[in-house]
């Protein structure tokens, strides 16, 4: 089991870039694919971006591509989310998430229900 915490949210003027990090205790982080979920008031939970085990490779939905980009540093326990050229779209409760299974081979998908640790979520809006 991963426990997660993320940190860095907060009020960013439209165009502006943000760090989202994520803290992850338990030794089998290394051997969990690791994603970003965000959820906007009144709509459901949606994938932002993922990245595998080893941070060798990421995926990322369309609405973020080329604006975003995932990172983890497997020592320190941490994953973060770089966010630039943001929009008041992106304006939502942010959170991490584990892979429920070690080396999952889905964790591209970017399926909520192939997660299994969640953190509590930092709120980032964005003004227009």
């Known amino acids: 089991q991963v426990q997660l915490v993320e940190s860095g949210g907060g009020l960013m003027q439209a165009g502006g870039s943000l760090r989202l990090s994520c803290a992850a205790s338990?030794?089998?982080?290394?051997?969990?694919?690791m994603g970003w979920f965000r959820q906007a008031p009144g709509k459901e939970r949606e994938f932002v971006a993922a990245?595998?085990?080893?941070?060798?490779?990421?995926s990322y939905a369309d609405s973020v591509e080329g604006r975003f980009t995932i990172s983890r540093d497997n020592a320190k326990g941490m994953v973060y989310l770089q966010m630039s050229s943001l929009k008041p779209e992106d304006t939502a409760v942010y959170c991490c998430?584990?892979?429920?299974?070690?080396?999952?081979?889905?964790?591209?998908?970017?399926?909520?229900?192939?997660?299994?640790?969640w953190g509590q979520g930092t709120q980032v809006t964005v003004s227009s």
């Open positions: 338990g030794r089998t982080f290394s051997r969990h694919a």
């Open positions: 990245i595998d085990w080893s941070g060798s490779s990421t």
């Open positions: 998430a584990a892979a429920s299974i070690w080396y999952d081979t889905n964790w591209y998908r970017g399926r909520s229900q192939d997660f299994g640790s």
